[in-house]
């Protein structure tokens, strides 16, 4: 089986999913020639042609909204926002047409499509190539979130969002794009939207991540152990629809619960996930919901590896829960 | 596909001579010339050394403008101190010409302790308040509405300054170009919209960006004037901005200038052009470099001498070189610099982030 990492895994997924669904097209800057500025859909333009693989003009809310037709009227669109942080010109365009379409002509039409969109900081890009903004699309009803954190998941999730009958906002961390890497099949394979993943197995800590946080989470879980603290790593996968029965036996399991996420805290998803954990759990907590977040600030460029969570902030956090 | 030459009625430095019989108002004396030949050498000299400089790992990014200076330079050399720009993050001669020093640059570039923006933005996302150089974000003509907001509060408070908003061909694509262009229009506002159309958009040329045939004729769709001018003739760019802006001074409202030029290096220095252009289209533009152009201008005019050139250039690069030496000096920001500034004073919650990152971060140091 051959190794890739994040980036191929979303090449491939495209690239084998085109060849067999002829519906798929793909638009968005830079997608087409140049590859994608990171090179998500490097040689489709010269497989599929112009008129799947689209370079658009510089226009988020064109793409998204030019996409949302071509849905209606039948293709299976999955355009690209270059960067999370530029798509807030399709915002109107996801929030007012791609969420609600279904629900508001009473389920007579539907959208489907993926938006992708590399998320997250990590790589040194400042304000507006660094931000973590999914708990805006999760506070919308009708968009699915999904948040790969590994090349297997990423291929398998991707296949599934493109085959879903939903919109799907499908966030890829570009921090981990290249460095991370595993065997992944070639050919057909899905991985389930709205399941986690026990990306690691432990007894006195829960740490719950998606995104490039999982492995600053799975680092911090080898640390403890060798402090004898045994941590359970919960990777989301989904954020939505959520998979709240392995967040809840994760929580019933150890008692004691961190959650990791690169966006900022206030209002981000771990809030959720923490209401949810009190409402349906509390009574198997040990202590309180520890959230190890990015700050409450605009995302920093200097000093990006001290807003970021970390691995002594997650030590911090699980000493800190230990102590329950 | 390549970036049509430009089709202008305005040339000024082919032509033979300084065409001194123009109506232009205010033409630029000797000395000005030189200044504005010497602002736009060091914005080349910046370039060079700032690409050079990430190659090597001082920086982490930067946007570079070689091929654009006659077009920055030009434009905002026909402001007065009190006017205001609303730049790209590729405008270097604009600030250099406004008077932005070496050093708060570099900085910048080097985001450390002395970088006005206080090492929180990515490199060339300037912003200088002393010399009203509004402050840049990355999403594409986000600023073009707000840069007609200056305008019309300009006019609000009967003022007679003028804001000169910057953005490329690719932004003319944009929600915020058009509601920037049409508040513009409607209310008149003191601004001059500068188009630097240098082909291209990242991989994206200007002929797929638009199916109008220029850029300039979207300002006749929202009631006010566009013009097309050589944005490699740096007194052609000066003159239509003088023009403009001394229109909008005059309460006449907007015009958008397109400035025909060429990105001559790489989008960023993240891009690898060679996968969307070709080498031929490049080395045709370098053959219309503004600088030598404008060098052989003044040459031919009498204006320069091959040892005053000379000199200049050594002046330039040292002061260049002094200015980087003293700030690889500075130290990175203090860590408190990531929780200022969020609001116009502190709520709890990031007191309270603050102190605790205070622990953490003295632990890491
Ligand atoms: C809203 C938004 N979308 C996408 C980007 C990514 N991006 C950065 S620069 C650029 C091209 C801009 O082209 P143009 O306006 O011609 O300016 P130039 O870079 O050529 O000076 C793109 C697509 C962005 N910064 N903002
Ligand atoms: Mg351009």
């Given at each position: 089986m051959p190794t890739i990492n994040l980036v191929q895994a979303v090449n491939q997924a495209l690239r084998e999913e085109m060849r067999r669904d002829e519906r798929i097209v793909i638009l968005g800057e830079d997608v087409g020639k140049d590859g994608g500025v990171f090179r998500a859909t490097e040689g489709l333009y010269e497989e599929f042609g112009e008129n799947r693989v689209i370079d658009t003009p510089l226009s988020e809310s064109g793409i998204i909204g030019t996409a949302i037709g071509m849905a209606i009227y039948g293709l299976n669109p999955v355009p690209?926002?270059?960067?999370?942080?530029?798509?807030y010109p399709a915002f109107d365009q996801i929030v007012t047409n791609l969420a609600k379409l279904r629900y508001r002509s009473g389920g007579q039409y539907s959208c489907h499509l993926v938006v992708r969109a590399p998320y997250g900081g990590?790589?040194?890009?400042?304000?507006?190539?660094?931000?973590?903004?999914?708990a805006y699309f999760c506070h919308t009803a009708g968009l699915k979130v999904v948040i790969p954190a590994t090349p297997y998941d990423t291929k398998g999730l991707l296949l599934s969002s493109i085959r879903d009958k939903d919109p799907v906002i499908f966030l890829e961390p570009k921090k981990i794009y290249r460095s991370v890497k595993e065997e992944v099949p070639e050919g057909e394979f899905t991985v389930p939207i709205g399941k986690a993943k026990l990306a690691r197995e432990g007894s006195d800590v829960s740490i719950i991540a998606y995104g490039a946080m999982l492995h600053v989470a799975l680092e911090a879980a080898e640390t403890a152990r060798k402090n004898g603290v045994d941590v359970e790593v919960l990777d989301?996968?989904?954020?939505?629809?959520?998979d709240i029965d392995a967040v809840l036996a994760t929580v019933k399991k150890t008692g004691r619960v961190i959650i990791v996420h690169e966006?900022?805290?206030?209002?981000?998803?771990g809030a959720e996930i923490a209401a949810l954990i009190s409402e349906?759990?509390?009574?198997?907590?040990?202590g309180p919901i520890i959230r190890v977040a990015g700050y409450d600030t605009p995302f920093p460029y200097t000093l990006e590896e001290f807003y970021m969570p970390s691995v002594p902030r997650i030590m911090k956090a699980i000493d800190k829960l230990m102590q329950y | 596909m390549s970036q049509s030459r430009p089709q202008v009625k305005?040339?000024?430095?082919?032509?033979?001579?300084?065409?001194?019989?123009?109506?232009?108002?205010?033409e630029p004396s000797k000395e000005e010339l030189i200044h504005i030949y010497r602002v736009m050498l060091l914005t080349r000299l910046f370039d060079t050394k700032s690409l050079n400089m990430q190659r090597q790992g001082r920086i982490g990014f930067y946007v570079p403008c070689t091929g654009q200076e006659a077009s920055q330079v030009g434009s905002a050399f026909?402001?007065?101190?009190d006017d205001w720009t609303f730049p790209t993050y590729r405008d270097v001669g604009v600030a250099l010409i406004r008077g932005a020093s070496l050093r708060s640059l570099v900085a910048h570039l080097m985001g450390n302790s002395n970088d006005p923006m206080k090492g929180r933005?990515?490199?060339?996302h300037w912003g200088f308040r002393t010399i009203n150089f509004a402050s840049v974000a990355?999403?594409?003509?986000?600023?073009l509405p707000v840069a007609v907001g200056v305008a019309m509060a300009m006019k609000f408070k009967n003022e007679d300054k003028v804001v000169l908003a910057y953005h490329g061909?690719?932004?003319?694509?944009?929600g915020d170009f058009h509601s920037a262009y049409n508040f513009a229009g409607v209310y008149k506002a003191p601004i001059v919209f500068i188009c630097?159309?240098?082909?291209?958009?990242i991989s994206l040329p200007v002929q797929r960006q638009t199916?109008?045939?220029?850029?300039?004729?979207?300002a006749t769709a929202y009631g006010f004037e566009g013009v097309r001018v050589d944005g490699n003739d740096v007194l052609a760019v000066y003159r239509a901005t003088a023009k403009a802006v001394d229109k909008a001074r005059r309460g006449e409202g907007p015009t958008m200038i397109e400035c025909l030029t060429y990105?001559?290096?790489?989008?960023?220095?993240?891009?690898?052009?060679t996968r969307y252009r070709s080498r031929e289209e490049v080395e045709e533009w370098k053959r219309r470099d503004c600088i030598e152009i404008f060098r052989s201008f003044l040459k031919k005019e009498a204006l320069l001498s091959d040892e005053e050139d000379s000199r200049i250039r050594k002046e330039l690069e040292e002061e260049l070189n002094s200015a980087i030496a003293e700030e690889e000096q500075a130290p990175r920001p203090a860590i408190e610099s990531i929780f200022?500034?969020?609001?116009?004073s502190e709520p709890w919650n990031i007191r309270e982030q603050f102190e605790e990152a205070k622990e953490d971060f003295s632990k890491r140091m």
């Open positions: 690209e926002i270059q960067f999370l942080d530029f798509i990590g790589i040194k890009g400042g304000h507006y190539h660094s931000q973590s903004s999914e989301l996968r989904t954020l939505i629809p959520l966006a900022p805290k206030t209002g981000g998803f349906k759990a509390i009574e198997y907590l040990k | 305005d040339k000024v430095l082919q032509v033979a001579g300084f065409q001194k019989e123009r109506e232009m108002k205010g026909a402001l007065r101190r933005q990515m490199p060339s990355s999403p594409i003509a986000s600023h061909d690719g932004a003319t694509s944009s630097e159309n240098n082909g291209w958009a199916a109008s045939p220029t850029l300039s004729q979207k990105r001559l290096g790489p989008h960023s220095t993240s891009d690898d052009p200022e500034d969020v609001y116009s």
